[in-house]
Structures are given as C-alpha cells and as structure tokens.
C-alpha cells in the first residue's frame, strides 16, 4: 500500500502533509523510523514552564528588570491563599497532565504553582499590577483594565510556547502506518491553524490594549462586575471566544477566516479584600456577541450557577477550593467533571452552559456595569 503511494507521488514533488518539502526528504520511509522519544516529548511540553518574555507594551522594554518572574495570573496572596488548604487548591487541568488519574478528579496543586506563567519582569510584574494586588480591588475601570491586560498576556504567551509543541504532533507519526500518518497530519493542521488564528487575535487585542496602557485611557473595554459576599470557590483566569449563550442558543460563528476576529470575552474570578468578584470584560468593537451573552446570563435562574458552567466548560486556568469541592455531592461533582471534559473544543453539547443544579460556589450579591 505504502509503496504504491510512493510510486503515485513521486520523489521529488512536494510532500502531501503540507509541508512545502519534497516528499524524499519528508514523508517518505516515515513508516520505517523511529519514532519520537517519549522524553523530547515530555521536554517540549514543559517549554511552557521554560519560555521567559515580558509582556509588558514595547515601549517600556528598555526598563525591565535582568529577571523574568514567576507571575500569578490569579493573585496567591489575595486570592488563591484564601480558598487554599496546607497551601493547596485543586486543578482539572493537572489531573489531565497526569497519566494515572484517567477520572480526571481534580488533583492537588500547590498555590506557588497555581495559575503562574513566565511573563513578565520582576519590575514590570510588581509595578504594572500593585494597583489592585497591594490595595483592594476597586471595581474603576483602571483595575478592570489592569486584570484584563494581565490575562490576555497569559493567553498570548501560552498559545506562543504551546506552537513549538504542534511542531512535534507533526513528527509523531513516524513508525507509524500512512493510515495514521494522514490522520496526525490532520489533527496537526487543524490544531496548529487554530492556535496560529488565536495568536493572531490576542496580538491584535494586546496591541489595543497596550496602546491603552500608554494612553491612560481606558474607555474602549466594557465590564460587566459580579460583586460576592465572599471569595469564590472556584478562582479562574482566561480570555476566548463564547459562541453559545447561556441558554444555549448560537452568539456567534467562530470562523476560521483570519481576517474574521470573533468578539472575545475576558473572565476572571477572585477576591481581593475578604471579598470576592467575577468580572467579564472586552473591548468595545466585540460587544454584539458579549453584550448578547450578557443578556442570556440576566435570564438565567442562576446567574452564579450560570457562570460556574461557563468557567468549569470553557477554562483551563481555574483553581478550587479543595473544602467546598469535597462537600460537594458525588452526583455534583460527576456533572463538573463532565463539563470540563466536554470542553469549547467539540460544540455539541448544546446545552452545556445550562443548570438547575445549586452549586454554592459563588455567594452572589449585586451586579454592576461598565459600559460607555
Ligand atoms: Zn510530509
Ligand atoms: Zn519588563
């Protein structure tokens, strides 16, 4: 089989995997090597933990500081320390990492760890983000901006060290058959283009809002402020595009066109000050789709329970408090474990974002908004 496509092909024309390689030097005999070491894979995967940049605007490189910080991206002292017990909190994504726990129960994760990317300089991360991490958060539109700037330069710097492990999905064919190299060929195109569409996107926003940092001026975002009569149990920190709303209806097609940038949605929750907040933000020029999804969460019979779907359905970055997840029901936290595993990347689970279940993650108090 394998010989007759080589024949069909021919040695010297580009390789059919897409690569603008001549198919001798690419494709061919990839049945017959060797394939890749578990041990350069488990070491491109932990380039996350090894890439350093700051992503402080540009203009302000030439002041940064010799050395790259470990930067939360969910604040340790006011918040991840206040669901924390012995100085744990609970991960889905650390269970995901971890071949033994195939449940995927949330595993125990230490908050020096807990939500920390290489992002910024020491000077930069102290400086840029003091204004709400030394004082309480103040709900003004300069701490909304601040919380929003810092979660888009995760998502970026993330989505930029993820690109060097797509790199290697593409090799992971090798000593295998040309059924499954077609197949790793695929999912490396589709997941690689997806990633290069996202990076793409979060620049342009991270232009933006740069240029707001410079400026002072923060009018071009929009929040909408959840304020809780206590920390949240579950914390989180991410920015992507929402296309279902909370009642499950379509918000918006998430089109594969680069020129299309979907309307984003930035979320965080936290606490600051003994209390706590969930705070939904983004740029004006994407507030159809925001404004809209904002209008299912008001018709939800839960707005707490509501954005807990959102959060455990769509994000990554979220920690939680190991206290309330043990109170939790065995038929609760099934459903939880569920709607992470049902995640953004396969939409057919249409209703995902819809509950009757109370939870109690979230001590719900008052609503506010941000808009212009
Ligand atoms: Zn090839
Ligand atoms: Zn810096």
Same mark, same amino acid.
Request: a negative charge.
């Given at each position: 089989m394998l010989e007759g496509d080589r024949v069909k092909l021919g040695r010297n024309k580009l390789c059919w995997c897409g690569s603008n390689i001549k198919y001798k030097h690419c494709h061919l005999n990839r049945a017959q090597q060797t394939p890749l070491q578990s041990s350069v894979l488990h070491k491109e995967l932990n380039r996350f933990n090894t890439d350093k940049k700051c992503s402080a605007p540009s203009i302000l490189h030439d002041k940064c500081s010799k050395k790259i910080v470990k930067a939360h991206s969910i604040s340790k002292s006011s918040s991840l320390k206040e669901i924390a017990v012995d100085g744990h909190v609970l991960s889905f994504f650390m269970a995901q990492r971890s071949k033994s726990n195939t449940n995927l129960e949330p595993i125990k994760v230490g908050i020096n760890k807990a939500s920390i990317f290489n992002g910024f300089c020491g000077k930069h991360d102290k400086e840029l983000f003091s204004p709400f991490e030394d004082q309480p958060f103040d709900s003004s539109s300069y701490h909304c901006f601040l919380i929003m700037f810092r979660t888009l330069s995760r998502e970026l710097f993330i989505k930029e060290s993820v690109k060097g492990t797509f790199g290697l999905i593409k090799e992971m064919d090798r000593g295998k058959d040309l059924d499954q190299q077609k197949y790793i060929q695929e999912r490396y195109q589709y997941l690689n283009g997806n990633?290069?569409?996202?990076?793409?996107?979060?620049? /342009?926003?991270?232009?933006?809002?740069?240029?707001?940092?410079?400026? *002072?001026?923060?009018? +071009? &975002?929009?929040? %909408?402020?959840?304020?809780?009569?206590?920390p949240p149990r579950v914390m989180a920190s991410a920015i992507g595009g929402v296309n279902l709303g909370f009642d499950g209806s379509l918000i918006q097609e998430i089109s594969q066109d680069p020129k299309c940038i979907p309307d984003y949605l930035c979320i965080n929750s936290f606490s600051s000050d003994g209390k706590g907040y969930i705070i939904l933000s983004w740029l004006t020029e994407h507030k159809i789709s925001n404004q809209?999804?904002?209008?299912?969460?008001?018709?939800?019979?839960?707005?707490?329970?509501?954005?807990?779907?959102?959060?455990?359905?769509?994000?990554?970055?979220? /920690?939680?408090?190991?206290?309330?997840?043990?109170?939790?029901?065995? *038929?609760?936290?099934? +459903? &939880?474990?569920? %709607?992470?595993?049902?995640?953004?990347?396969?939409?057919?689970?249409?209703?995902?974002?819809?509950?009757?279940?109370?939870?109690?993650?979230?001590?719900?108090?008052?609503?506010?908004?941000?808009?212009?």
């Open positions: 990633n290069d569409l996202t990076i793409s996107d979060l620049k /342009y926003m991270k232009a933006s809002l740069d240029k707001m940092f410079i400026s *002072k001026e923060y009018d +071009n &975002l929009e929040h %909408l402020i959840i304020e809780l009569d206590s809209q999804l904002i209008g299912t969460l008001m018709n939800s019979h839960s707005i707490p329970d509501s954005l807990l779907m959102l959060i455990i359905s769509r994000i990554e970055n979220v /920690y939680i408090s190991p206290l309330w997840w043990d109170k939790l029901s065995n *038929k609760n936290r099934l +459903n &939880l474990i569920e %709607l992470y595993k049902s995640d953004a990347v396969q939409d057919t689970y249409n209703d995902a974002l819809i509950t009757t279940v109370d939870y109690g993650a979230f001590d719900y108090q008052c609503v506010k908004y941000l808009y212009n």
